[in-house]
């Protein structure tokens, strides 16, 4: 079976290594916007804005584009009016899922997601409807290769405070408690690692099996919520067979 976390990576890879690169860059730029707006435009004392910058970098988008992104959150480069905004509900099979969105119309931007979820099979529902079934975690995503000894690394990550190493097929995913998280990240940097993703996220408690009839309607309708402009991250629960996965993936 295969869950959110495998697909997150894919949708990761991807944004990376394809023609989207200029829609990745402009919802990076939001983040760091809105990161700079409310917190400063100094990432030493603004984290949000410290890991914004930082999955900016990761994803090799310009140091031009990052500096101008500051200035207009601090107010240097005119207005930021964008929006922050979470949107829950169910997919398709019953997953739950949670959506974080920056817009400069919110009423525009709650009419498009409502239509994709529509379309779907699913449904948009209450604030809070689904967010007990998440919780904050740190995540650093290791690429196995032909360096990474898994043991190694689990000690090391352990050492430094990480709750938990998972293993899947081409990667290893350390999980920590989101206050351990930079003092993991910056240790196994040292030591090292390189990152395929390093973020702090939403992970669910529980996962949800999605039968592979509704599994196609499921995934394309997250893909579809990643291309949109204003919706900057989906989480969800779902658990869906590797073939389904695969079939959707191409």
């Known amino acids: 079976m295969a869950g959110h976390s495998k697909w997150a990576n894919r949708i990761h890879r991807k944004s990376r290594q394809d023609a989207k690169r200029g829609k990745l860059f402009s919802k990076l730029a939001r983040e760091i916007i809105v990161s700079a707006k409310l917190g400063g435009g100094d990432p030493e004392i603004n984290n949000r804005l410290r890991l914004a910058i930082e999955a900016a970098r990761s994803a090799s988008m310009p140091v031009d584009n990052i500096e101008r992104a500051i200035k ?30 920056l817009t400069d119309n919110r009423t525009r931007t709650v009419a498009e997601v409502r239509r994709l979820f529509d379309r779907a099979g699913g449904n948009l529902g209450e604030a809070g409807s689904v967010a007990w079934m998440f919780e904050q975690k740190g995540v650093i995503v290791i690429n196995k290769g032909d360096k990474v000894d898994g043991d190694e690394l689990l000690l090391a990550a352990a050492d430094a405070g990480a709750e938990d190493v998972n293993e899947e097929d081409e990667y290893y995913e350390v999980v920590t408690d989101p206050r351990d998280y930079q003092a993991v990240h910056d240790a196994l940097n040292e030591a090292g690692y390189e990152f395929e993703r390093a973020e702090l996220t939403l992970v669910p408690k529980s996962s949800v099996p999605i039968p592979d009839e509704r599994a196609k309607n499921l995934l394309n309708l997250m893909e579809q919520l990643d291309d949109h402009d204003d919706v900057q991250r989906v989480f969800s629960n779902f658990e869906v067979s590797e073939e389904a996965m695969a079939a959707v993936a191409g």
């Open 72 to 101: 207009r959150g601090s107010g240097e480069g005119g207005e930021a009016s964008y929006e922050e905004i979470t949107y829950e509900g169910y997919g398709p099979g019953g997953a739950a899922m949670m959506l974080t969105c």
